[in-house]
Nanobody, 120 residues
């Protein structure tokens, strides 16, 4: 059983910073991708940033230059450093872990979500 536990959300003023963490536990394949998605009220869940176990990263255009994703493979933990936060960054942020097994079977796991609120 794989579990993802997120922490670090909260309330911050515009221009401020927050750091999210997500620790994965259980039987995890070493070659994987971890990422952060967010969902604002009335909107679809969207990718914020992702990072592979090899260190390749991908960011949404809206957060490039402001957010940085990193990971510690030894701890199966992914981080999201969020700087220069804007009110439009307000959302529930979800951690995601995914890998592909034999016959390209997808193993896809989600955290419970952590609220990030940016006040103007």
């Amino acid at each position: 059983q794989v579990q993802l536990v997120e922490s670090g959300g909260g309330l911050v003023q515009a221009g401020g910073s927050l750091r999210l963490s997500c620790a994965a536990s259980g039987s995890i394949f070493s070659i994987n991708a971890m990422g952060w998605y967010r969902q604002a009220p009335g909107k679809q869940r969207e990718l914020v940033a992702a990072i592979t176990s090899g260190g390749s990263t991908n960011y949404a255009d809206s957060v490039k230059g402001r957010f940085t994703i990193s990971r510690d493979n030894a701890k199966n933990t992914v981080y999201l450093q969020m700087n220069s936060l804007k009110p439009e960054d307000t959302a529930v942020y979800y951690c995601n872990l995914v890998w592909y097994g034999s016959s390209w079977r997808e193993y896809d796991y989600w955290g419970q979500g952590t609220q990030v609120t940016v006040s103007s």
